[in-house]
């Protein structure tokens, strides 16, 4: 399909972080092969995915890395956000703690990224708002405090996901272009 053949300009990392079970493969095969499962299994194997996308009238190939089960606190390798110029930090909002965690991600993410790296917040399964357990207030305000981008996504009704990733990616391309 299209993207054969054509010339890529840039190529920009992006890292997903996040405690386990939040969505964060759900939210990756949704933006790179709009496909949902609900019986995902623990991360296996693949490292990234790619999608090849416009932005301004350049061809960016996104290439956007998943952990693979590696979820443990500090067991994400500085391999993983080496070359980093983007990052996504999940938490589910139906699970307080995810929230609560997403502090040490960012000391992780702030330790071992660029210190220009474009951050967004995301808070995954909007679809199950009525177990809500994070107000969208505390995380606006968070997000806010931090200098982070903030959306409440839904990779199972595709709610802003594309908006979340593409947001992310056009920051990027704004900051270095
Ligand atoms: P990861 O460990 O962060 O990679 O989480 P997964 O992507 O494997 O998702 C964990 C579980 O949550 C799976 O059962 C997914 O189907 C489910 N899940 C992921 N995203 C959503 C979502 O937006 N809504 C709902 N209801 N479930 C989701
Ligand atoms: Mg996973």
């Known amino acids: 399909h299209g993207e054969f053949n054509q010339k890529i300009d840039y190529v920009f990392k992006v890292v997903l972080i996040g405690d386990s079970a939040v969505g964060k493969s759900q939210l990756l095969a949704r933006f790179s092969r709009n496909e949902f499962s609900l019986d995902s299994k623990a991360t ?17 190939k996104a290439q956007i890395w998943d952990t693979a089960g590696q979820e443990r606190y500090r067991a994400v390798t500085s391999a993983y956000y080496r070359g980093a110029v983007g990052a996504m930090i999940v938490y589910d909002m139906t699970k307080r703690q995810s929230f609560d965690h997403v ?9 071992h990224a660029d210190k220009n790296i474009v951050v967004m917040l995301i808070g995954n399964k909007s679809d199950l708002s009525t177990l809500r357990a994070v107000p969208i207030e505390d995380a606006k305000e968070f997000a806010q405090g931090e200098d982070l981008f903030f959306m409440e996504t839904s990779a199972l009704e595709s709610t802003n996901v594309e908006t979340a990733f593409l947001t992310v990616l056009t920051e990027i391309y704004r900051i270095i272009s």
């Open 103 to 111: 502090v040490r991600w960012l000391e992780e993410l702030r330790g």
């Open 44 to 60: 296996v194997g693949v490292e990234f995915q790619t999608r090849t996308l416009n932005i301004d009238h350049k061809t960016i």
